[in-house]
């Protein structure tokens, strides 16, 4: 920030997680809030979430489309109408896009007065970021942003986790375990009550189920566990089967990693 009139970081992944985070917990360290920010999506991701079968993401679908556009907008209103922000969406824009699909995500989001950019840069380097670059610009110049917290350091632990659970994930109430209730009740009782809290969550739904991708009905977040993090300077919130390492996939890449009978090692790239 010293060093340039503008700087890009990247919040982390979910407008639920990354930037809740990042806005709750690092912002009140910075001190600084963000002048714009850019919700990243893609036409697969939304079809996905609308209910298309992964098999057949690559095919036009706007009826999935229309349904997926949900998903994007709680993150838009967390962000704009939440946190006070001002929001621009960015789509990674693929060959399989079609130009009906692109036209139809537009005007969505016109209709909630919100600006889209198709960003190519994975093929045509900055060039393909252009646009998206110029109107980042023109909204940090151009609107004043009325950013609030979403929980204060003075609410209890177990506030902090309910304002969170159900301002930004929606969550209808929060259902904490015997044994997290116990811990929060011994750390209320400490000088670390103050500290921020960190949930972790699946990042595939706003909920604690992976597989609840509408969230189209009530649901509850479930905190099994809590566990503080002196050093860091945030108390984490365990919610339903999450698991906090390691952070690997499915099919790591090491299982494609070998040595050869000359000991040249393969499968890195």
Same mark, same amino acid.
């Given at each position: 920030?010293?060093?340039?009139?503008?700087?890009?970081?990247?919040?982390? +992944?979910?407008?639920?997680?990354?930037?809740?985070?990042?806005?709750?917990?690092?912002?009140? &360290? &910075?001190?600084?809030?963000?002048?714009?920010?850019?919700?990243?999506?893609?036409?697969?991701?939304?079809?996905?979430?609308?209910?298309?079968?992964?098999?057949?993401?690559?095919?036009? @679908?706007?009826?999935?489309?229309?349904?997926?556009?949900?998903? &994007?907008?709680?993150?838009?209103?967390?962000?704009?109408?939440?946190?006070? $922000?001002?929001?621009?969406?960015?789509?990674?824009?693929?060959?399989?896009?079609?130009?009906?699909?692109?036209?139809? !995500?537009?005007?969505? $989001?016109?209709?909630?007065?919100?600006?889209?950019? &198709?960003?190519?840069?994975?093929?045509?380097?900055?060039?393909?970021?252009?646009?998206?670059?110029?109107?980042?610009?023109?909204?940090?110049?151009?609107?004043?942003?009325?950013?609030?917290?979403?929980?204060?350091?003075? @609410?209890?632990?177990?506030?902090?986790?309910?304002?969170?659970?159900?301002?930004?994930?929606?969550?209808?109430?929060?259902?904490?375990?015997?044994?997290? $209730?116990?811990?929060?009740?011994?750390?209320?009782?400490?000088?670390?009550?103050?500290?921020?809290?960190?949930?972790?969550?699946?990042?595939?739904?706003?909920?604690?189920?992976?597989?609840? !991708?509408?969230?189209?009905?009530?649901?509850?977040?479930?905190?099994?566990?809590?566990?503080?993090?002196?050093?860091?300077? +945030?108390?984490?919130?365990?919610?339903?089967?999450?698991?906090?390492?390691?952070?690997?996939?499915?099919?790591?890449?090491?299982?494609?990693?070998?040595?050869?009978?000359?000991?040249?090692?393969?499968?890195?790239?």
């Amino acid at each position: 920030m010293k060093l340039a009139d503008y700087t890009i970081t990247e919040a982390g +992944f979910g407008a639920d997680l990354g930037a809740e985070k990042f806005l709750d917990i690092k912002c009140r &360290l &910075l001190p600084k809030t963000p002048d714009a920010v850019v919700v990243v999506a893609t036409i697969k991701a939304l079809k996905y979430h609308g209910g298309q079968a992964i098999e057949d993401i690559k095919k036009e @679908d706007i009826k999935s489309l229309d349904t997926g556009i949900h998903n &994007l907008l709680k993150h838009i209103d967390n962000l704009k109408n939440k946190f006070g $922000l001002n929001v621009i969406v960015g789509i990674n824009k693929f060959n399989t896009d079609t130009d009906k699909e692109l036209q139809y !995500l537009e005007e969505k $989001l016109h209709e909630y007065k919100i600006d889209l950019s &198709l960003v190519t840069a994975w093929g045509e380097g900055g060039k393909g970021a252009a646009d998206l670059a110029r109107k980042v610009v023109k909204l940090c110049e151009e609107t004043k942003n009325e950013f609030k917290y979403i929980y204060e350091l003075t @609410d209890s632990i177990s506030e902090k986790i309910e304002k969170v659970a159900k301002n930004i994930y929606g969550a209808t109430e929060v259902e904490f375990l015997p044994e997290a $209730l116990e811990k929060i009740n011994k750390l209320q009782k400490t000088e670390y009550k103050s500290l921020p809290i960190c949930i972790a969550k699946t990042q595939y739904s706003l909920s604690d189920d992976a597989k609840n !991708l509408l969230c189209d009905k009530p649901f509850n977040i479930h905190v099994r566990d809590v566990i503080l993090k002196s050093g860091a300077g +945030f108390i984490v919130a365990l919610t339903g089967n999450i698991f906090t390492m390691p952070g690997l996939p499915k099919v790591p890449a090491s299982e494609k990693i070998d040595i050869d009978e000359d000991g040249n090692i393969v499968g890195i790239f």
